[in-house]
Every structure is written in C-alpha cells, then in structure tokens.
C-alpha cells in the first residue's frame, strides 16, 4: 500500500475555503463541454494495483461505451498532489480516497448516495460517512489479519491458532514470548513490530469515545497497550526493535523463519503470501478486537458539472457494487483490497484458494466503525509524532503511564478547539 498520509497543514490551507480556491465554472478544466461525459479518476498504488484499477475501469467503459474515464494514477504523494489539484481548479471529476483521510479532504466532494444494504458489512457502508453525511462511495476494504509460521507454535509445544476465532492479546503476548529464542543474529522473534494504533484497538482501547467527544488513549486500556508494545522490543522482549527492522521486510522474514507471526498483515499481500507452503504458513485473525480497517471510497468533485456529476455516480456505483468490477479486485497476481458485496466474495476466495482467505472477509465483517472527529489527521499526527519521541515506541525512554495521561489532555484541547 502506497498511499502517502496528509500534511496537515496543507490539507487545512484550501479545504477550508473551497468556494474561493475551486473552479467557480462548475467545469473541469481543459473539459470543452463537447463530451461532457468524459471524467477523470485519480488513485494511488503500486504497478499490480494500477493494474487492477485500470481492469475495473476497462470493465465499466465497456458496460457503459458511452462514457470515457480518463485515468490518473498517481504514485507519490498521492494526497498531496490532489490537494494541489484542487486547490489549483485541476481536481479530478473522481477521487478515491481512504476513509482515514476523508475527515481532511471532505468538503473538496460532494454528498453522494450511499445504499447501506448493498455492502455486507456495516462499518464498510459507514465508511464514507462525514458528520452525518456521505462524501465517498466505498469500493475496496483493507481489512488486516495475522500471518503465522505454524512451525514455530508447533516447536513451543503451542496449539496453532485457529482460522476463525481470534487469540486473545494476552494469549498472543504469551505464546510470542514463548516463541522466541536464540539471540543476536540468530535470534527469532515471536512477532513482527506491533503497530501501537493498531494493538490499542485490539486491546480493547481506543483514541476517542464512541461518539468522537473525548479523547480516550491515555486511560488504562492506552497504557496498557502501549507498555506491551514497548516491552515487546526490549532486550528480552518477543519483536525486533525498529532500529533492527528498519529497511528490512517483515515478511521475508516471516517466510525464512526470523519471525513465528506477522501481525497487521494486509489484502495486498496475498500474492506473495499464496506462493508459500501452506503445510507451514497461515492466515488467523488478528488477536483480541483486531486492528482498525482501511475502506477506499470514491469521491465526486464538488466541481464536476451536472452531466459530468451524473457519469461520476454511474461510474462509482458500478465500481463499487457491480460484480464485473467488484471479482476484479483480487487475483493470484496481485490484490487491491477485499470486496464491499458479498456477490464478489467467492470470486476474491478463489484467487488463493489454499491460502484461507476468509479470514479477511471474517475481519471486514467483524471491523469496529471509528467516529468522525474533525482535523482528525491533524490530531493524530501530533499525538503520534509525541508519542514516538517521548517514548520507546519510537526513539524515547520516558514511561508511556507518564505519557498518555499528557497528551491525551493536549488531544483533548485540540478536539474541544475544533466545536
């Protein structure tokens, strides 16, 4: 996954007044009116995700011949260089657009209709979902789930996780303990490097309250979380420093035995993960609640004209639901997310069949739905950037119990700041 996060600060700098950076004419630019159903979409990814989305896009212009769809892959700095678009009067009639974002990027789009029922899972039809209203069409999820070596668990004499029902986070902790052995260079670990966010939702805490009011990671579910997580990359902990995994793939790790598990593994992995053997290697849910889920949405340009906003609508909603673009999303060469319609769910199955990929689906149906907060990217960033300097999740050594407690007070004013 290729997408680049935000800069606060410019996301913030146009955003805020669209109606004097945007293009007033309602037109896209260079668009002469003459094949007003022509739209262009923008998106990230790798070469295998371009890809895909290149497929889908093939698949709507021959169901649909009288609409051309002039695709835009951006592959850097995919967020930044369409907030220059829009600001510079340039934005793409379609964007997608991660749900992580959307809070920064919202008022650029205009309300779309979103049909809850079409998609399987609720927080999936949440996705697009700004303070009430929906600004993006939700047409892949990025759901994660564990990769486990089950060789390791065999060796420590512990039962191999099971496919469908999630270790519990002290159960995961003990048996990473357990699993690691050796030192220096010869060491193995019992785990790839936590991800803080994501090992705070699976241990049952969270970064704010279930309606976006109140900042909540430094309660005893925050700290908890974060103490695992720094204890892990101590001398006798179960997960290799950053230092020691900076520049280095976890998974090819994972596949030449270094590491017994590979927590926060993604959709996007399948291809490789499906040419392993499958006597050796599996996929299990990630432990206790999982980690949050990434769902991309497409947004429709609040500068699109009317004729161009209705070939938008038709292009999302068949991106998005339509079996003929949703069974592209995944195949033995390369994956772009998991499906957002059950119709497509066998055809994302069988594209690594031995593999057991279920477990995504399982993971995308099971997902906790996040509140909006406003400036969220800008928050988040500044709790982060803090927490990583102050403590050994990242290059500090202050206590995370000391910690969390402040910085959740600095959230907090930052939150109250934006009502």
């Not at 929906?134 to 099971?162: E, H, Q, R, W």
């Amino acid at each position: 996954m290729l997408r680049t996060a935000v800069t606060a600060a410019i996301v913030v700098g146009c955003l805020a007044s669209l109606a004097a950076c945007g293009n007033e004419s309602g037109a896209t630019p260079g668009d002469s009116g003459k094949d007003s159903a022509s739209i262009s979409f923008a998106y990230w990814g790798s070469n295998e995700e371009n890809a895909t989305i290149k497929n889908m896009v093939a698949a709507f212009e021959k169901a649909h011949p009288d609409i051309d769809v002039e695709a835009n892959w951006i592959q850097s700095d995919y967020e930044q260089k369409l907030q220059t678009s829009i600001a510079g009067g340039d934005a793409p009639t379609v964007a997608a657009i991660s749900n992580t974002s959307l809070p920064s990027f919202f008022s650029a789009f205009k309300p779309v209709d979103v049909d809850a029922g079409a998609y399987y899972s609720p927080a999936v039809a949440k996705a697009g979902t700004v303070d009430g209203t929906d600004y993006a069409v939700p047409f892949v999820a990025k759901s994660k789930v564990m990769a486990v070596d089950k060789t390791s668990f065999t060796k420590a004499g512990l039962p191999v996780p099971s496919a469908t029902k999630p270790l519990g986070t002290q159960d995961f902790v003990a048996a990473a303990k357990k699993m690691t052995t050796g030192s220096g260079s010869s060491k193995v670990y019992g785990s790839a490097p936590l991800w803080y966010d994501g090992w705070l939702l699976a241990d049952g805490g969270s970064y704010y309250n279930a309606d976006g009011t109140k900042c909540t990671m430094g309660d005893a579910a925050g700290v908890r979380a974060a103490k695992t997580v720094v204890d892990s990359v101590k001398p006798d902990g179960f997960a290799p420093t950053a230092i020691a995994a900076q520049g280095q793939d976890m998974f090819q790790w994972l596949a030449q035995g270094k590491v017994a598990t590979l927590p926060d593994f993604g959709p996007w992995n399948i291809a490789k993960f499906a040419a392993l053997d499958p006597s050796r290697f599996a996929l299990v849910p990630m432990p206790g609640r999982g980690e949050p889920m990434e769902v991309d949405g497409l947004g429709i340009s609040r500068s699109a004209n009317a004729e161009q906003t209705k070939s938008a609508q038709t292009f999302t909603r068949f991106v998005s639901t339509d079996p003929a673009a949703q069974n592209l999303l995944a195949s033995k060469e390369s994956a772009l997310g998991v499906p957002v319609v059950k119709d497509s769910l066998a055809a994302f199955k069988s594209a690594a069949p031995q593999a057991g990929l279920q477990v995504f689906v399982d993971a995308v149906e099971r997902a906790v739905t996040t509140p909006y907060v406003k400036n969220k990217v800008q928050i988040e960033s500044t709790f982060s950037t803090a927490l990583n300097s102050r403590t050994a999740i990242g290059t500090g050594h202050e206590d995370p119990a000391t910690v969390l407690p402040q910085l959740e007070a600095e959230c907090q004013k930052m939150l109250d700041a934006t009502k």
